[in-house]
């Protein structure tokens, strides 16, 4: 079993600043891809940032230039930066990882997600 617990969500003024952490822990071998989700209400959820083990990010376009994705292999640990935020940066926010359990099978899992408010 492998869980994802996020944290840094909250309520911020627009121009303000968030970072959000998500640490995977459980039966892991090893943690491949990680990334940013996100979900506003009324819309799909969308990807906002992605980073493999190697350290390779993508980014939303939207977010480009404000938000950092970084992570920390030997926690097992991603984390978002979120600068200049507007407020259709609101949403609930989710991790996602994927990877190896110590049986060796592949998995993919989602946290439980993490509200982030931004006013105007």
């Known amino acids: 079993q492998v869980q994802l617990v996020e944290s840094g969500g909250g309520l911020v003024q627009a121009g303000g600043s968030l970072r959000l952490s998500c640490a995977a822990s459980g039966s892991i071998f090893s943690v491949n891809a990680m990334g940013w989700y996100r979900q506003a209400p009324g819309k799909q959820r969308e990807l906002v940032a992605t980073i493999t083990i190697g350290g390779n990010t993508n980014y939303a376009d939207s977010v480009k230039g404000r938000f950092t994705i970084s992570r920390d292999n030997a926690k097992n640990t991603v984390y978002l930066e979120m600068n200049s935020l507007k407020p259709e940066d609101t949403a609930v926010y989710y991790c996602?990882?994927?990877?190896?359990?110590?049986?060796?099978?592949?998995?993919?899992?989602w946290g439980q997600g993490t509200q982030v408010t931004v006013s105007s």
């Open positions: 996602n990882a994927n990877g190896y359990g110590l049986d060796l099978k592949r998995f993919e899992n």
